[in-house]
């Protein structure tokens, strides 16, 4: 299904940006704090969109403006280089890189929530008649409904970026944070094992099943935990 409203598309479009953009940085950032320069070397160790999708130009412009266009959301990717000796001799440093992502995503997703909550509470925002992934609040006025329409987005590509990247299967960040609750040497086997190329497609598959069955669930329950339960019951 497609998208017929342009400005919609934009603003899903520009919390893909945000949302990914954070996660690629954090992502750097960490590696940076723990001994790997790499992707700092390349510029990636900022909110600034522009490094990330010059790495990733497909990834970050182009299919996500195609698919928010032909399919209603944006789907896209993003990459951070790495130095895979660090990575062998730090698995659990390289684990924490992982995870930086993920945590990142979970942090924008929180804080979008939170501005959502206080805008109802202040009364800037009210419940509306229906609510959707990518409309959670009313408005009065044009200014501030666009403002809870970018909050509400941003809310969902975060949250989905979070759960899907905590798969533990490769190439998702999933897979490496693994690193954190298993012996060293034992998840960095099994991260060798896994991200071949043909595991790792496996992996992507498996990945996209079991989250196209939470896609509901989430749904609801970012619904109550913005408004309370029983409102849309």
């Known amino acids: 299904m497609g998208i017929s ?31 790997d320069s790499t992707a700092y070397a390349a510029g990636q160790v900022s909110l600034n969109p522009i490094p990330h999708m010059r790495r990733e130009p497909f990834g970050m412009i182009l299919v996500p403006l195609i698919t928010v266009f032909m399919r209603g959301w944006p789907i896209g990717w993003a990459s951070t280089p790495y130095d895979p000796m660090w990575e062998q001799r730090y698995p659990r440093r390289a684990a924490w890189m992982a995870a930086a992502g993920p945590g990142a995503n979970l942090a924008l997703a929180l804080l979008s929530l939170l501005l959502l909550r206080a805008g109802l509470e202040s009364g800037l925002f009210f419940a ?33 970026l979070f759960l ?70």
């Open 128 to 160: 509306p008649d229906r609510v959707s992934f990518s409309s959670y609040v009313g408005a009065d006025t044009q200014l501030l409904q666009n403002f809870g329409r970018f909050l509400s987005m941003l809310l969902t590509v975060d949250a989905v």
């Open 5 to 35: 409203d342009p400005f919609e598309a934009v603003v899903w479009y520009l919390a893909f940006v945000v949302a990914v953009t954070a996660h690629e940085g954090a992502h750097a950032l960490v590696a940076h704090l723990g001994g």
């Open 164 to 233: 899907f990247n905590l798969i533990p299967v490769p190439p998702l960040d999933g897979a490496a944070i693994l690193g954190l609750v298993l012996p060293q040497e034992t998840a960095l086997r099994l991260r060798e094992t896994l991200s071949t190329g043909p595991a790792a497609l496996f992996g992507l598959v498996v990945a996209w099943m079991l989250f196209a069955q939470i896609g509901g669930p989430l749904f609801s329950t970012l619904v109550a935990l913005i408004h309370g339960g029983g409102i849309y019951g």
